[in-house]
């Protein structure tokens, strides 16, 4: 069965040689490169599309910046402005959390639930 096989495809081969020796192309070669071509222009145009994505995609993120930058100067404008006329008041920032002490013999919520701490509880501190 393998000499079958190898036979026919010398068989083949001898043929394709002298349809080149003629100065054609065998049809099976011209199917084949018709095959390519076709397959090959749909990615072009997606490789060209792909392109023109990033350019745009490109393009907004400048703009976004561009807009993003210039409402920002113009609040610290408008800010600034406030704080020259004495209308805002900046309000000082608290740095770290105040520990809220909880007393033995009171009830503490802690977790959703309430609990009764007894006299002789150490008192609780919670940061919240």
């Not at 001898?14 to 070669?29: L, N």
């Not at 390519?36 to 990615?43: D, F, M, Q, S, W």
């Not at 309000?91 to 520990?99: C, V």
């Not at 006299?119 to 940061?127: N, R, V, W």
Request: proline fraction near 5%; glycine fraction near 8%.
């Amino acid at each position: 069965m393998a000499s079958a096989i190898r036979y026919d495809t010398d068989l083949k081969a001898e043929f394709c040689e002298q349809v080149r020796a003629r100065g054609g192309t065998p049809d099976g070669e011209r199917r084949m490169r018709l095959r390519v071509r076709r397959l090959k222009e749909p990615r072009a145009a997606d490789t060209q599309g792909i392109t023109q994505l990033k350019a745009g995609v490109e393009v907004l993120l400048v703009s976004a910046l561009h807009q993003a930058t210039a409402e920002n100067s113009h609040l610290h404008r408008q800010l600034a402005n406030r704080r020259a006329q004495g209308s805002v008041h900046v309000l000082p920032t608290q740095t770290t959390p105040r520990a809220r002490v909880v007393e033995p013999g009171s009830v503490a919520n802690r977790s959703g639930g309430c609990h009764f701490l007894a006299a002789s509880d150490p008192p609780l501190t919670d940061s919240w």
